[in-house]
């Protein structure tokens, strides 16, 4: 099985499945946004800013899957999902245990190289709370969907980058 995997990473339609799910992921928080009134607060761009990031590892992979450039992707993906699991949790806490006063941030703090609220404000301006619970599905809010969705996708990442090792031969006797 592992093996087949290894496989799989080699094709350029692994890398778009990846990439059409991590777009997937961008449209259902925009078609929320834009038509169910839901109101992204800053941890929400910033966790579009890392699916963002997973999609372009995945296009990365798209370019050239049998190269090192592989390893870059899955480098990539592993980092993208790791950041949005860790924004996702930094929400999740937030309204599970909401502070008194404190709130998130009403503005986000892109680099200056990569003003993504300026370049597509629409998707990147944040005009929520992150403490909002708004919006559940079988008892869970979106940014709880997005921990378990972020942590199979690291550990499913992990398995990838594991079976680009070498494989050891069988020895014969």
């Known amino acids: 099985m592992l093996r087949k995997l290894k496989h799989y990473s080699h094709h350029r339609g692994s890398w778009l499945l990846l990439a059409a799910g991590g777009l997937g992921l961008e449209l259902a928080a925009l078609c929320f946004q834009l038509f ?3 109101k992204p607060c800053v941890l929400c761009v910033y966790q579009r800013a890392a ?3 997973l999609v372009l590892s995945a296009l990365v992979g798209v370019i050239a899957p049998k190269t090192p450039l592989r390893i870059i992707a899955i480098v990539g993906w592993l980092l993208a999902t790791a950041k949005t699991f860790s924004l996702a949790w930094e929400q999740t806490q937030l309204q599970l245990h909401p502070p008194l006063f404190a709130t998130c ?3 986000p ?3 200056h190289w990569l003003p ?3 370049w597509f404000p629409v998707f990147f301006t944040p005009t929520g709370n992150c403490t ?3 919006w559940e599905w079988l008892s869970l809010t979106m940014p709880q969907w997005l921990l378990g969705i972020s ?3 690291f550990i499913i990442g992990l ?3 594991a079976v680009q090792l070498p494989c050891p031969k069988k020895k014969h006797h």
Do not use: E, I, T, Y
Request: aromatic letters at 12%; hydrophobic letters at 50%.
């Open 36 to 38: 169910l009134g839901q």
């Open 51 to 53: 699916l963002a990031g």
């Open 105 to 107: 941030d009403f503005f």
């Open 109 to 111: 703090k892109f680099p």
């Open 116 to 118: 993504l609220n300026h």
């Open 132 to 134: 909002d619970r708004s």
């Open 151 to 153: 942590g199979m996708l």
């Open 159 to 161: 398995v990838v980058l």
